[in-house]
Each structure stands twice: as structure tokens, then as C-alpha cells.
């Protein structure tokens, strides 16, 4: 049968990849997929795969969820596309605005609209200069985040990013500045408690902004669980610490709650699960469980007054996209949050969890897995060498991408990240799903490290 070899050889003909490991492509080629059902993915060959990525931490409720379609047909059928600039928006824009305040962890609050992640990063920036700007404060431009982090791609967004691969374009611009990952268990000194080094990340963070002048600083950015840096949830007492520096300083705290928001950790956001509340959200992924583009900022009380005042002052906020608060986005958006929040989305996530972290923890027990990580349905397995030491595997031995790769084979997808596997599976799963993700995923680690330990 050569037709999965066509599609394959179709794809890289004409397909310029990101963040793909070409080395990996030109070994094993291209999975072209042509449908889903529930949490499967099925290539041209009719394999089926259990995605345990949700796509990219975005599918949650599957791949053929009747109400997230029907609710794009209506929407394109009433009113297909529309822009939020000169005074107009549609009314699902409006009814969509209600929703994400009403759900935020704000008593009140706005809300701006993007087609993606990285943009609402990008937005959020743009509007920490424009009040510098507009309060006479035009030099508050700098941009603290973390290393490892992952913030997106746009030149802003990527230079928050605190990831080495953005040097190859000359990144981070001048001004984004990183601090300390609050990853314990890699960082963590020899005899220091999780407490000391929380105590230690806010030092350093206070540090950097007194070393930089405090009213050079627009703003901190953070994920409440890392991501893609490999699913690291804050240490003990994080963002408690944090916040306390930050407020200090009069430092806007921003939440990235792009993997996050809308449940992954079994709360509505991630800052519900590590108790704090930032001054603004930043949305995308889950907010339309992935059937359609978008991204938002929800501002806070506070921050949403500023920038009305700032934009009244200008007469406008000049910024915005051709997509901005699109109706159909808004639609698809209204009907995801009302699967997760009223037809039990949230609530399986919440009952499955204990399952997943059995089932993480049995694998943990392996000798070559050095820590399992995670909160709610979102966790990764730490590949080493040597679990006693913490030393990884030599990076040329590619032990997470092998891993990754094996599990291709038997039909499980899941993401390789640094020396993790990353496991994020979608909220409309059973248990017999979680149990079969487990098998295959401990099938593939057994034959990976028998080869390479
Ligand atoms: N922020 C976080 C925490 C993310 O995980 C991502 C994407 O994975 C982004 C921002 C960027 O979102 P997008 O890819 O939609 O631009």
C-alpha cells in the first residue's frame, strides 16, 4: 500500500515544518491525518492513534464533538465573519466578553480579542507600554518571564519565550529580561528545602528589579504550570512569593493561562489551582477547545480602568486584528466553555486525575524515570540516566524523542520535551483510555531503556 508514502512525500514537498525534528522526519516521515473520533486521530492509512497531546494541549473535547461543530454551522450560516474596530462588533463578541469576565477570577474586567496565543502575549505587552506611555511613564518597557518558559512566537512572544533555540533569530529583543524556573526538583542546591528555594527565585526576581530600576519594569509574565518548558508546576509557595515582590514594585503579575485556562489543571484556571489572582489573564487553546483560532486578554479590574482612562486620553487604543472577537470564534467559544463548565467537561477532568497520577507515579517507579510532574490532566515523565544523581541521558542518545517515536509505531502519540514525555490528554476521556495510554506508553519505555540504558 503506497498511499501513506504518497501523502507523505506530498507533505514535505510542499510544506515548509516548524518545530519539527527533521532529522526524526527524514528517518520515519510525515503522519498526514484526514479525521479524528473522540480522542483518535487517524492517518491515510486508517491507523488510529490515541493522541494524548489533546493536539497541541488544545482538543479537549476530542476530534468530532457534534455541539463545537454545530455551533460553528450556525454561526456560519447567521453570520459568518465580522471585525470589532470603528464602534461594530457582533453580538456573540458581546455575549462572549460577558462570559470569559464572568468566569475569570475577576469581580469585573475587559476583554481584548486575538486569533492566537502568542498574539494575546503580544497584546498584553503592547498595552503594559501603552499605559506607561499614556501615565508618563514611557521608560516601564521592560518584560520579565522565566527561562524555560514558552510564551509563543511573534518576535514579542518569543523574546518572553526562555528557550535557547530564540537565539538563531537574534532574540530576545532588548528589554525582556528572565529569571529562575521553579523547577525544585532540577534546581533545587544540595540540603536546600522547596520553601528556601522559593525564598531564593523571589530574591532573585527582587533583585533583578532593583538591579534594573523598578520603574523600568512594564510587567512579569508567567504560566502557572510551564508547558511546553515540560509541564513544570510552581515550587511550594511560588506565586504567593512572587506576587508579594511584585506588588512591592507595583509590577503587574500576568498569567499565561494559554495550556491552563479553562480546566486543564482541574480548576477553571491554573491561578485557581496555585491561589493567587494575577491582574490579567491571557486565554487561547481550551477557549474553543481548538475548533476554531483564538486568543484573548482578560484584563482585571484595575487594569481594564487604566487602560480605559489611557485610551480615553488618546482617543483610542490603536491595535487590534482583521479577526479580532470573529463571530464564529465567539460562538465555538461560548459553546466549549458551557461543555466544560455545565456538561462535564471540568468535572471528568477532576474525577480522572486521580487515575492519571496512579498511573504516572507507577511509571515514576522505573529506574531511568527521575521524577513524575504534574497538576490536574496535564504531566510529564522525566527520562535519566541515573535516577539517584539526576543525570540525563547524553542528549545525543535522543531518549525522549526515541520514546515518542516507539509510541508512534504502537498507535499512542505523546511529545517528546528536553529529556520528558509530556501527557496531556483530553477532557472526554474514560478511564480505558487513560489505562491504554499507560500500556502503551510503559510498552515503549521498557524497550527504550533496555536499548539504551
Ligand atoms: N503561551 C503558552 C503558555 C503556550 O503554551 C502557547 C502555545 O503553546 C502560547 C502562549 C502561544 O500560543 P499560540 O501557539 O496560539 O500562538
Request: net charge negative; charged share 20%; with cysteine.
Amino acid at each position: 500500500d503506497d498511499a501513506p508514502r504518497s501523502w507523505d512525500s506530498r507533505a514535505e514537498a510542499a510544506t515548509f515544518y516548524g518545530f519539527t525534528d527533521l532529522p526524526s522526519v527524514a528517518q520515519r516521515g510525515t503522519v498526514v491525518l484526514t479525521h479524528g473520533e473522540g480522542p483518535y486521530v487517524f492517518d491515510t492509512a486508517g491507523k488510529r492513534y490515541f493522541d494524548s497531546n489533546s493536539g497541541l494541549w488544545n482538543m479537549v473535547a476530542g476530534f468530532d464533538h457534534p455541539k463545537l461543530a454545530e455551533a460553528a454551522k450556525a454561526q456560519y450560516d447567521r453570520f459568518p465573519g465580522y471585525h470589532a474596530f470603528f464602534g461594530r462588533m457582533s453580538d456573540q463578541t458581546v455575549m462572549l466578553s460577558e462570559r470569559l469576565v464572568e468566569v475569570s477570577p475577576f469581580a469585573s474586567g475587559k476583554v481584548f480579542y486575538t486569533n492566537s496565543g502568542s498574539e494575546a502575549n503580544d497584546t498584553m505587552v503592547k498595552m503594559l507600554w501603552f499605559l506607561g506611555g499614556a501615565e508618563g511613564q514611557p521608560q516601564r518597557r521592560k518584560i520579565i518571564t522565566r527561562w524555560n518558559s514558552y510564551h509563543g512566537v511573534t518576535a514579542v512572544s518569543a523574546s518572553m519565550t526562555g528557550k535557547p533555540y530564540n537565539s538563531v533569530f537574534g532574540l530576545p529583543l532588548p528589554g525582556f529580561l528572565h529569571v529562575g524556573s521553579p523547577h525544585y526538583w532540577r534546581f533545587g542546591q544540595e540540603g536546600e528545602t522547596e520553601e528556601a528555594f522559593t525564598q531564593r527565585l523571589a530574591h532573585e526576581l527582587e533583585a533583578t528589579i532593583i538591579k534594573e530600576g523598578p520603574d523600568t519594569i512594564a510587567g512579569f509574565f508567567a504560566e502557572p504550570v510551564i508547558g511546553a518548558g515540560g509541564v513544570i508546576p510552581p515550587s511550594k509557595g511560588y506565586f504567593q512569593a512572587i506576587q508579594a515582590v511584585l506588588k512591592r514594585y507595583g509590577i503587574p503579575l500576568i498569567a499565561d493561562e494559554v495550556i491552563c485556562g479553562f480546566g486543564r489543571t482541574g480548576n477553571v484556571w491554573g491561578s485557581q489551582t496555585f491561589d493567587f489572582v494575577p491582574d490579567a489573564i491571557i486565554a487561547s487553546k481550551a477557549m474553543t477547545a481548538g475548533y476554531f483560532p483564538m486568543g484573548a486578554v482578560v484584563l482585571g479590574p484595575e487594569l481594564a480602568q487604566r487602560l480605559q482612562n489611557a485610551s480615553e486620553a488618546i482617543e483610542e487604543f490603536p491595535h487590534g486584528f482583521t479577526a479580532s472577537g470573529h463571530p464564529v470564534g465567539c460562538a465555538v467559544s461560548l459553546a466549549a466553555i458551557d461543555l466544560i463548565l455545565n456538561g462535564g467537561l471540568l468535572d471528568n477532568v477532576r474525577a480522572l486525575t486521580p487515575r492519571f497520577e496512579a498511573g504516572m507515579a507507577e511509571l515514576a517507579g522505573h529506574a531511568n524515570i527521575g521524577e513524575w510532574r504534574g497538576a490536574g490532566l496535564m504531566g510529564a515523565l522525566e527520562a535519566v540516566q541515573d535516577k539517584a544523581t539526576k543525570t540525563p541521558f547524553a542528549s545525543n542518545l535522543s531518549v525522549s524523542e526515541r520514546i515518542a517515536n516507539t509510541c508512534t509505531d504502537h498507535g499512542l502519540i505523546c511529545r517528546p520535551l528536553g529529556q520528558s514525555i509530556v501527557l496531556c490528554p483530553p477532557f472526554i476521556c474514560t478511564e480505558s483510555h487513560l489505562d491504554e495510554m499507560f500500556e502503551k506508553l510503559a510498552a515503549a519505555l521498557r524497550q527504550v531503556f533496555a536499548e539504551v540504558a
